[in-house]
């Protein structure tokens, strides 16, 4: 562990078949007035919301709704939402739904009482909040971001053409998070493997980084072979409990900070997905699937030791009679499988990308990297290899 660093995570989770009964309890912690946040109508459909707002009403509580949160949530519905905190005096954001949802609500929750432009302060120049901050709970019912136990806001302005991702600090974080992995099975089959593939790419994104001996990459390669297992058999058969409640405690554990406990950290794939995002408004873990095999074609010379290890411990590849080169690239032909195998795309094309659209989106995506600095030539370059 050779990165000093500070662990703390506040977020408490209720997780399982009947986690909802503690929903009662955690708002009386809360004043009177709940904006209750929520998606497209997949809530209304599976009955969730029903649930929800006779929990709310039996708790007392007065409700102000904001409906129709997108995918990808937009800087327009954030400010929506803000207003509606300042117009009603909200005591508690509850966001139900996946990581669109949740990531509005937390940013609603640092932009309400910000004085200034918040896009500016927060996405674009990364300030640190110093207005009040409302506190924010989430209902999760689609797995993959994590968002649920942690301080992300990934917001696309429309205008700007820009899709931005913000983490913000433990006072940001949901206070609570209810999830019961039953919720997810109405979730379509192509959300599902977006979802896993997200997380997948979140635990790589912290993988490949750094060459020391740190309990963080074990921890890592444990929770992949869990995700690997658990999506090979979901992908089969949607409603096996265990199967789905694995992949939702991995997706929580894979981005509430523990497995990138003293990392360096790459993120450069979600950097180009953002900006890919923002072109073709696709799901963001499909995005990830298309460009991480290239990327990692790309730059695996640069740390290609991680990667025969990546082969070994995470695909079980014997790897010790094969060149270092070889073992490296198999690591990475069993990634393709793998999406392959949940019936995500391999193309931009498939994602809606116009070849006009490649220097685009590598002159406005932000650069960095792990085992390589990636610049915009360099993202142009591996745009054009998953084109
Ligand atoms: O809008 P509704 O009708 O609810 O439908 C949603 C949406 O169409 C549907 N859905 C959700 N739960 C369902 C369901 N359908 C049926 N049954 C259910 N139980 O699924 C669709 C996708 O939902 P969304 O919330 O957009 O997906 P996801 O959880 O993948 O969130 C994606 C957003 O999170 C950001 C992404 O960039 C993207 O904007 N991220 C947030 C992160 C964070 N906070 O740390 C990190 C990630 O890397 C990511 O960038
Ligand atoms: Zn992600």
């Given at each position: 562990?050779?990165?000093d660093f500070?662990?703390y995570?506040?977020t408490?989770?209720h997780?399982?078949?009947?986690?909802?009964n503690?929903?009662?309890?955690?708002?009386?912690?809360?004043?009177k007035t709940?904006?209750?946040?929520y998606?497209k109508?997949?809530?209304?459909k599976?009955g969730?919301?029903d649930?929800?707002?006779d929990?709310l009403?039996?708790?007392?509580?007065r409700?102000?709704?904001?409906?129709?949160i997108?995918?990808?949530?937009?800087y327009?519905?954030?400010?929506?939402?803000?207003?509606?905190v300042?117009?009603h005096?909200?005591d508690?954001i509850?966001?139900?739904?996946?990581g669109?949802?949740?990531?509005?609500?937390?940013?609603?929750?640092?932009?309400?009482?910000?004085?200034?432009?918040?896009?500016?302060?927060?996405?674009?120049?990364?300030?640190?909040?110093?207005?009040?901050?409302v506190?924010?709970?989430s209902?999760?019912?689609?797995?993959?971001?994590?968002?649920e136990?942690?301080g992300?806001?990934v917001i696309?302005?429309?205008?700007?053409?820009?899709?931005?991702?913000?983490?913000?600090?433990?006072?940001?974080y949901?206070?609570?998070?209810?999830?019961n992995?039953?919720?997810?099975?109405?979730?379509?089959?192509?959300?599902?493997?977006s979802?896993?593939f997200?997380?997948f790419?979140?635990?790589l994104?912290?993988?490949?980084?750094?060459?020391d001996?740190?309990?963080?990459?074990?921890?890592?390669?444990?929770?992949?072979?869990?995700?690997?297992?658990?999506?090979?058999?979901?992908m089969?058969?949607?409603?096996?409990?265990?199967?789905r409640?694995?992949?939702?405690?991995c997706?929580?554990?894979?981005?509430?900070?523990?497995?990138?406990?003293?990392?360096?950290?790459?993120?450069?794939?979600?950097m180009?997905e953002?900006q890919v995002g923002?072109?073709?408004?696709?799901?963001?873990?499909?995005?990830?699937?298309v460009?991480?095999?290239?990327?990692y074609?790309?730059?695996y010379?640069y740390?290609i030791?991680k990667?025969?290890?990546f082969?070994?411990?995470?695909?079980?590849?014997?790897?010790?009679?094969?060149t270092?080169e070889?073992?490296?690239?198999?690591g990475?032909k069993?990634?393709?499988?793998?999406?392959?195998?949940?019936?995500?795309?391999s193309t931009?094309r498939?994602?809606g990308?116009?070849?006009d659209?490649?220097?685009?989106i590598?002159?406005?995506?932000?650069?960095?990297g792990?085992?390589?600095?990636m610049t915009?030539?360099?993202?142009?370059?591996v745009?054009?290899?998953?084109?």
């Open positions: 562990m050779n990165l500070t662990f995570n506040p408490k989770i997780f399982g078949k009947n986690a909802l503690h929903l009662q309890q955690e708002l009386s912690a809360y004043g709940v904006l209750l946040i998606g109508g997949s809530v209304k599976s969730l919301y649930q929800i707002t929990i009403q039996k708790a007392d509580k409700v102000v709704e904001l409906a129709g997108k995918s990808n949530p937009t327009a519905q954030l400010q929506e939402g803000a207003k509606l300042r117009e005096h909200v508690l509850l966001a139900v739904g996946g669109s949802v949740i990531d509005c609500a937390k940013g609603i929750s640092v932009s309400a009482y910000c004085k200034d432009d918040p896009w500016k302060r927060y996405w674009i120049d990364c300030e640190e909040v110093t207005n009040p901050i506190p924010v709970a209902v999760l019912t689609m797995v993959g971001t994590g968002s136990m942690n992300g806001s696309t302005n429309e205008a700007q053409m820009l899709k931005n991702g913000r983490v913000f600090g433990p006072d940001a949901p206070k609570f998070s209810i999830l992995p039953v919720y997810t099975y109405t979730v379509p089959k192509y959300q599902m493997a979802g896993i997200d997380t790419s979140h635990l994104e912290q993988y490949f980084s750094g060459q001996d740190n309990t963080t990459d074990y921890v890592i390669e444990g929770i992949l072979r869990s995700l690997i297992h658990s999506a090979e058999i979901a089969q058969d949607p409603e096996n409990y265990e199967a409640s694995n992949i939702m405690w997706a929580t554990i894979a981005l509430n900070t523990i497995t990138g406990v003293s990392k360096e950290q790459d993120w450069e794939v979600h180009i953002h923002a072109y073709t408004d696709c799901a963001h873990g499909a995005g990830l699937a460009i991480s095999p290239a990327y074609e790309y730059i010379a740390g030791d990667f025969v290890r082969a070994q411990n995470v695909w079980g590849i014997p790897t010790d009679t094969m270092k070889n073992a490296a690239l198999t990475i069993k990634l393709k499988d793998f999406i392959e195998m949940l019936g995500l795309p931009l498939a994602l990308v116009q070849e659209m490649l220097p685009l590598a002159n406005s995506t932000i650069q960095g792990g085992y390589k600095h915009a030539e360099d993202i142009l370059q745009l054009k290899a998953c084109f």
